[in-house]
């Protein structure tokens, strides 16, 4: 089972988008049979078999066995992933063109976000180690000390940009984002 997969086809997304397939497949997190899947969901076999053939169809759940109950060959399922990333360009860009590269705007950080996505999406995840970092933090600051900190962070970056910014070695992306941390959701 791979940790993501990444939604390109519309097909997919179509196929995904829909409230008892997510349940169907949530519960194919384990290999399952349909009729395993449907004692727990509280719905008939040949629904569930339904939804499962359709996410099948769709690349997003795969037969990994068989056995035989009472003379009948019944499949045994599991999701091909973990977690299922919708792509942002499904929807594509509404008018157009990105928006100006301002980095400070809210336009630039979404593009960002998509940008990392993507190339996070398409890392080859059969690599046993892939030298990655993940950091996230909260930082305040208050409003009169912003351009301070912009500041810093900026110089900050590019002094590792320039230090590491060679042709040699393994070549690495590094993507900072910096926004309003919302309220407290609880």
């Known amino acids: 089972m791979r940790d993501v997969l990444y939604l390109e086809q519309i097909e997919q997304a179509e196929t995904l988008l829909k409230p008892q397939r997510v349940d169907v497949l949530r519960q194919l997190a384990e290999p399952r049979t349909c009729t395993e899947v449907a004692a727990r969901l509280e719905q008939?076999?040949?629904?569930?078999?339904?939804?499962v053939k359709q996410l099948a169809t769709a690349g997003l759940v795969e037969q990994v066995a068989s056995r035989k109950v009472r003379g009948i060959s019944e499949?045994?399922?599991q999701a091909v992933a973990r977690s299922y990333?919708?792509?942002?360009?499904?929807?594509?860009?509404i008018g157009g063109v990105r928006r100006a590269s301002?980095?400070?705007s809210l336009g630039h950080?979404?593009?960002?976000m998509e940008e990392v996505q993507a190339d996070v999406a398409a890392l080859d995840r059969s690599v046993p180690e892939l030298p990655s970092i993940g950091v996230s933090g909260e930082i305040r600051?208050?409003?009169?000390?912003?351009?301070?900190?912009?500041h810093d962070l900026q110089s900050t970056l590019q002094d590792l940009f320039t230090r590491y910014g060679g042709v040699e070695g393994d070549a690495f992306k590094l993507a900072v984002a910096c926004y309003p941390k919302g309220e407290e959701h609880g």
Do not use: K, M, N
């Open 44 to 51: 008939t076999p040949q629904r569930v078999y339904y939804h």
């Open 75 to 77: 499949g045994i399922w």
């Open 85 to 93: 990333w919708l792509s942002p360009r499904l929807v594509g860009r």
């Open 102 to 104: 301002d980095e400070l």
């Open 109 to 112: 950080l979404l593009d960002l």
């Open 141 to 150: 600051v208050p409003a009169e000390r912003r351009q301070e900190f912009l």
